[in-house]
Nanobody, 125 residues
Framework: QVQLVESGGGLVQVGASLRLSCAAS????????MSWFRRAPGREREFVAG????????MYAPSVKGRFTISRDNAKNTLYLQMNSLKVEDTAVYHC??????????????????WGQGTQVTVSS
């Protein structure tokens, strides 16, 4: 059994910062790429950022590049997403996801085996 639990979401104003965390349990994710996805009301789930198992390769969606930073601490089996300069358009439920037996980043939800329940991020003006 693999569990992913997100935390750190909340209600903030435009321009504020939040740091999301995703704690993994049940197994080690040292050999698994992980990513953040988000789903806004009325929209399909979209890729936000991904990181390879080693942290050497990182990918961002164009809409968040320069504002968000993804990182991981494999010793703690934890994934992070530092979000700065938040916009109203960033409002969504953010999910973390992990691949199975692959350290490479994937940008589609089909490539991820394990998913968390999500944490709500709401940005108001």
């Amino acid at each position: 059994q693999v569990q992913l639990v997100e935390s750190g979401g909340g209600l903030v104003q435009v321009g504020a910062s939040l740091r999301l965390s995703c704690a993994a349990s049940g197994r080690s994710f040292s050999n698994s790429a992980m990513s953040w996805f988000r789903r806004a009301p009325g929209r399909e789930r979209e890729f936000v950022a991904g990181i390879s198992w080693s942290g050497a390769n990182i990918m961002y969606a164009p809409s968040v590049k320069g504002r968000f930073t993804i990182s991981r601490d494999n010793a703690k089996n934890t994934l992070y997403l530092q979000m700065n300069s938040l916009k109203v358009e960033d409002t969504a439920v953010y999910h973390c996801a992990a691949r199975r037996d692959s350290g490479g980043i994937g940008s589609t939800s089909r490539e991820y085996e394990y998913w968390g329940q999500g944490t709500q991020v709401t940005v108001s003006s």
